[in-house]
């Protein structure tokens, strides 16, 4: 069955210019991640979306990055005015949400690499 | 706080022979324990998990990993390596008393490369 979607697979901007990423979830997923791999790093956890409830903002670097998932499913980051220490992979991850939540599998789609020059 | 520990940045292997990739963490509560596999350009793909129960967990491609609580450890083992498991692993630990964090925490990886 189709996995978690992102899109664009790369993107490369100036700095200073605003970028959004797309994340497609696996269908009923209700819960959705977003992480942030930087070159030689682990993963860091950005947000956290589950349902309706307000997400997990808790892992944002600052206040230039922002995500908005509409109607429970689609999530897109958006990253203003970018600098050149986002360089990263952006991965989003789904998993089926609820009460199982604190173990069940996190599904991750295959990354945006971006690149702020 | 959670916090997951992965020693080697690189292990080599030769195929055919036994591999491990330790893993070690630190969680207040108990931990939920997950490894994951990424190939070049790719996602993360889910390997394997340790929720309760027995301390040896089974997953994909023969990958195996033990729990072991006394020494806070999640090590990755499989009997014998192949070429193909040459890769990125990453492990992850959730501590189940923290039940305002969903996300996971990672480790920040260790490179296989397995030798023909």
């Known amino acids: 069955g189709a996995g978690v979607s992102q899109s664009p697979s790369n993107k490369v901007t100036e700095k200073g210019k605003d970028v959004e990423l797309r994340c497609d979830p696996i269908s009923g997923h209700t819960a959705l991640y977003w992480y942030r791999q930087s070159l030689g790093q682990g993963l860091e956890f950005l947000i956290y979306f589950q349902g309706n409830s307000a997400p997990d903002k808790s892992g944002l670097p600052s206040d230039r990055f922002s995500a908005e998932r509409t109607g429970g499913s689609v999530s897109t980051l958006t990253i203003q005015r970018t600098q050149q220490e986002d360089s990263a992979v952006y991965l989003c991850a789904s998993s089926l949400g609820g009460t199982s939540g604190f173990w069940e599998t996190q599904y991750f789609g295959p990354g945006t690499r971006l690149l702020v020059l | 706080a959670q916090s997951v520990a992965q020693p080697e940045d690189q292990v080599n292997v030769a195929e055919g022979n036994p591999l491990t990739v330790k893993c070690t963490y630190s969680?207040?509560?108990?931990?939920?324990l997950f490894w994951y596999v990424q190939y070049p350009n790719r996602g993360l793909q889910f390997l394997l998990k340790y929720i309760t129960g027995d301390n040896l967990v089974k997953g994909s491609y023969g990958f195996e990993a033990e729990f072991n609580k006394s020494q806070t450890s999640f090590h990755l083992k499989k009997p014998s390596a192949l070429v193909s498991d040459s890769a990125l692993y990453f492990c992850?630990?959730?501590?189940?008393?923290?039940?305002?964090?969903?996300?996971?925490?990672f480790g920040s990886g260790t490179r296989l490369q397995v030798q023909p």
């Open positions: 969680v207040s509560g108990n931990p939920y």
């Open positions: 992850a630990v959730r501590d189940m008393e923290d039940t305002g964090r969903r996300a996971l925490t």
